[in-house]
């Protein structure tokens, strides 16, 4: 209950910090010093099941006996906000994300252990971080994402493996993709060589375990 109450406050709070429920990117110049952007971003998702339990599964799988045909297996809001301070040689970075599925509010269906496994993920999209250039060299120091390589997709055997991902917003409404990564604190320095070749070092500190399946019980969860 308590991690309930806390993204329930959370997501309040970042709608009240987004500018304008209109939502939009917003700029603003601070004379020879920088400028600031705010990019504010409202979305309301809904995913319906089509299609009766399959009865060869309806007693093996707890995400298949828990939603009849029509019932809602996502009602989602997500609130997002981005804050970049810009200057000529430093940026800051931040990125606020909140969610709440009312789905999972249901009693008959989750028990309290549920409940708050699946809350577990409702402030994992919090993201910030000082980036400094200089020359040739960049680097950046925060909780952040490292997007490693050109793979996004969760292949466990390709390079971009650095940040954990949440497969569990894979498949839920209204999640965009790089949602699905979850920051964690580290740093990411690179040096550019010539315009073909760059070097690249990450050093992560941090490790941040979590229950990246879906949740036990949710649609098509894969863990029950």
């Known amino acids: 209950m308590g991690s309930r109450v806390f993204g329930a406050s959370c997501l309040f709070a970042l709608l009240l910090a987004i500018p304008g429920i209109s939502m939009g990117s917003y700029d603003y110049e601070l004379g020879d010093w920088g400028r600031l952007n705010i990019i504010g971003d409202f979305t309301y998702g809904i995913k319906v099941r089509t299609e009766s339990p399959n009865p060869d599964w309806v007693n093996q799988s707890m995400g298949n006996s828990n939603f009849e045909k029509w019932d809602l297996t996502n009602n989602n809001i997500i609130a997002t906000a981005e804050y970049n301070l810009d200057s000529e040689h430093f940026t800051f970075y931040g990125r606020l994300v909140g969610r709440q599925d009312y789905v999972y509010f249901d009693d008959d269906r989750f028990n309290k252990e549920q409940k708050e496994h699946a809350a577990y993920n409702i402030t994992d999209g919090t993201e910030f971080f000082v980036e400094g250039r200089y020359g040739r060299f960049t680097t950046r120091w925060g909780r952040q994402v490292i997007q490693w390589g050109e793979n996004f997709a969760a292949v466990f055997t390709g390079l971009n493996e650095i940040s954990p991902m949440a497969l569990g917003l894979l498949d839920t409404a209204g999640n965009p993709p790089r949602s699905t990564q979850v920051p964690t604190f580290l740093s990411w ?24 399946f879906p949740v036990v019980g949710t649609f098509a969860s894969t863990s029950d």
Do not use: A, K
């Not at 320095?189 to 990246?212: A, C, G, H, K």
């Open 189 to 212: 320095t690179s040096y550019r060589l010539n315009d073909d070749i760059s070097f690249e070092l990450v050093w992560q500190p941090d490790f941040d375990p979590r229950y990246w």
